[in-house]
């Protein structure tokens, strides 16, 4: 990005990694330059589990990055009233750990 100049920056994407360990390599180099993140979401658990990969340590890795949003959710259902539940979920979650880390730091 900053080969790139000016007026460029990341927008890191949680889901697009092909391994857990790529991921957060590629999000730790990422998050220092990003202007937003997709906070992607994929299938969630019946108790909002996300068993792909862990979304709370892709949040750590852009927090312990200096980054603090926006996060911006991307997720998909089929079903609306299940994706809505799903995504306040999301909003929860990402309110709570903000909340938290700001309250150690």
């Known amino acids: 990005m900053k080969s790139v100049s000016r ?22 180099r990422s998050f220092p330059g990003a202007a937003t993140c997709d906070f992607k979401a994929r299938e969630l658990g ?27 959710l991307e997720h998909a259902n089929r079903d609306k009233s299940a994706l809505f539940r799903e995504l306040a979920l999301l909003r929860d979650r990402l309110r709570h750990w903000v909340k938290s880390r700001r309250a150690a730091d």
């Open 46 to 72: 019946p108790d909002g589990e996300h068993p792909l990969y862990d979304l709370e340590r892709c949040f750590q890795i852009g927090w312990d990055a200096g980054f603090q949003g926006p996060w911006c």
């Open 7 to 28: 007026n460029v920056a990341a927008c890191p994407d949680t889901g697009n990694w092909s391994s857990n360990e790529i991921r957060e390599a590629g999000l730790a």
